[in-house]
């Protein structure tokens, strides 16, 4: 059944962090690119301390509690003491600063007269200090889309955190060449209509922000994410919505779920359903001799749920259960692998007599749930206590979080959205003032359809290959490869949107390793006339698994243009060959043995001529 968005109440914003391509970090001089190699590691714990207000931001006491440490490995050309937390940082990256200017201009924003730098508290880990540094750098913009303006609340320019490379039970390990990169994040008003708008807003902020052609491509350089309620629902931030084809799903499910929620509470009040207490009891005993391996030789505590029997079957959405909330909580806060409950398929487990005894062991009644893990003391206390929190919660609908986007269109739980708390003033960085002369000098630059408009008027460009260009990642070397290679723009096209294309997902080439530099040197040696348009997906091929430059690979692979001469006698010697063939059989043969040392069109016109056709 389609959902109606509007009677739901449905409210809809959504968060856009995109990398700066800066030379340098936004508050060190360490290179901005990634590192392939980490010689050097050092390890940290962190804990959340309260901060100018005199008090604990409720998402690091969260992550907190956890009590992990945290591996930090680095390679010093993109980590250095700043990154450490070791050493004060620099001012601001005044090539950053620029950037993020130019896009609020672009994006009708009211920029700060002074920009104050703040911190950001973070204990998750993928920052070492605990905090990111942050500045608001413009406020009240607005972007125009066919379903009415949409505004933006703010942006700021902010270092980027640290990715997690491995998770192990007490131990978290980060590589942080992406650590204090710069990046922009931009906010949205809740203007946002429906599941499908938001794509499209999220679609028309990354066009805007792609046209500066100041901000990095690839994997982990931009992530998206929404904020969303519906009337008796409650601000959820689900992050990584990565794939903007997938944002309308991701959307469409969390409000089924915030709906299923709303009318779980409902039924829960009707029936007389009351907060419960957690009296967890050590059930080891009765499990002593279970022959189920999910229990054997283990630890055993449960927990008593009064009135509940019954309902963590119920479906929020069509991947979800209430059961799976509730394990979600115990999962992310006391690091289980799941928890055991009466409303599961207990014979598919072998436990139908264990827990028939535990029923006993509570006194429980028949519409009573019982809840067990099978871990240590702490963990079973903290990952029941997380049950019951999570049951509790269900009386009040949706309770404000923060999730995680799943590949499915899913979310699940990560922690408590974050309050005031977690910000506090950098005294570190000096502020900076905004003046007018320095507003005057941002040149803004062509937009995303005034270019596409362009390359058809100038290059000679269709308008379909001029918007797949456009909407490419390739579109900066694209342009600098026309601009500074001489060559038709509709063969550097054409590589950059099929040819590139073609070698990813037919043969599997990881031509993402393909440097800039190898694009602008192929198109050279085609302008000289040193090797054809139709051996560039051969050298393509080897250029994305080779140390060696593209001038190399021509040469060693014997790739260079061949004399009209000599091409003309091997193909007279194919021709006498093939006495007989028919002319497509012959071109065929030709092409192989010459393999695009001479182009392809003129192969056809010799065969043609030999042939005497």
Request: with cysteine; charged share 30%; proline share 3%.
């Amino acid at each position: 059944m389609e959902l109606d968005y509007k009677k739901l109440g449905f409210r809809c914003g959504i968060e856009i962090h995109r990398q700066l391509a800066s030379a340098e970090k936004l508050f060190c001089h360490c290179a901005n690119e990634r590192s392939e190699e980490f010689p050097f590691k050092i390890s940290r714990s962190l804990r959340a301390v309260a901060g100018e207000l005199g008090k604990v931001d409720r998402a690091a006491l969260h992550e907190s509690v956890k009590r992990r440490t945290f591996v930090y490995n680095y390679n010093p050309r993109t980590a250095c003491l700043v990154e450490l937390d070791d050493e004060p940082p620099c001012g601001i990256n005044e090539e950053a600063l620029d950037i993020a200017l130019t896009i609020s201009f672009m994006l009708n924003m009211k920029v700060v007269d002074e920009l104050h730098v703040m911190r950001k508290t973070v204990v998750d880990g993928s920052a070492v200090s605990g905090f990111q540094r942050t500045a608001l750098i413009a406020y009240d913009g607005f972007v125009e889309t066919d379903e009415g303006r949409v505004g933006i609340i703010n942006m700021s320019i902010e270092e980027d955190s640290s990715p997690k490379i491995l998770e192990e039970e007490n131990f978290v390990h980060y590589r942080i060449d992406r650590l204090g990169v710069p990046l922009v994040e931009i906010g949205t008003d809740t203007d946002i209509v429906s599941p499908e708008h938001c794509r499209v807003v999220a679609q028309k902020l990354g066009m805007i922000l792609k046209s500066t052609g100041k901000v990095k491509r690839g994997i982990g350089t931009i992530r998206q994410d929404v904020n969303v309620s519906i009337a008796q629902g409650a601000r959820v931030e689900v992050k990584g919505a990565q794939d903007l084809r997938m944002i309308p799903e991701l959307l469409r499910i969390e409000v089924e779920r915030q709906k299923g929620l709303v009318d779980l509470r409902d039924e829960l009040l009707r029936c007389g359903f009351s907060k419960v207490d957690c009296d967890v009891l050590d059930v080891t005993d009765v499990f002593s001799n279970s022959e189920s391996r999910i229990v054997s030789e283990k630890h055993v505590f449960g927990v008593k749920i009064p009135g509940i029997s019954g309902f963590f079957r119920r479906k929020l959405h069509k991947h979800r259960t209430v059961g799976n909330e509730v394990a979600n909580y115990a999962r992310v806060r006391a690091h289980v692998k799941g928890i055991i409950h009466t409303d599961e398929d207990l014979g598919g487990y072998g436990l139908v007599d264990e827990f028939s005894k535990l029923r006993d062991r509570f006194k429980a009644r028949e519409k009573d749930m019982i809840v067990v893990v099978a871990a240590g003391k702490d963990v079973s206390f903290l990952a029941l206590g997380a049950v019951c929190d999570r049951v509790n919660q269900l009386l009040l609908g949706v309770p404000e979080e923060t999730r995680r986007a799943l590949a499915n269109g899913d979310s699940e739980y990560m922690r408590p959205l974050p309050g005031a708390s977690r910000m506090y003033p950098e005294t570190d960085v000096p502020y900076v003032v905004i003046d007018r002369e320095r507003v005057d000098d941002i040149k803004l630059p062509e937009t995303m359809d005034e270019k596409q408009e362009r390359f058809c008027r100038e290059l000679g460009l269709n308008r379909e290959l001029s918007l797949q260009i456009v909407n490419s990642d390739y579109l900066g070397i694209f342009e600098r490869c026309v601009s500074e290679c001489g060559v038709d723009a509709r063969i550097v096209c054409n590589v950059f949107v099929n040819v590139l294309s073609d070698l990813r997902k037919r043969e599997s080439v990881d031509v993402a390793h393909i440097s800039d530099e190898s694009f602008l040197e192929l198109f050279g040696l085609v302008k000289s006339g040193k090797i054809t348009k139709d051996v560039i997906p051969v050298v393509l091929r080897y250029a994305a698994g080779s140390e060696e430059s593209v001038s190399e690979i021509v040469e060693s692979k014997g790739l260079s243009v061949m004399g009209e001469d000599e091409a003309r006698a091997m193909i007279a010697g194919i021709v006498r060959k093939e006495k007989g063939a028919q002319m497509k059989q012959v071109i065929g043969k030709c092409m192989g043995a010459l393999k695009g040392k001479i182009e392809n069109k003129k192969i056809v016109e010799i065969v043609k001529e030999e042939m005497k056709l």
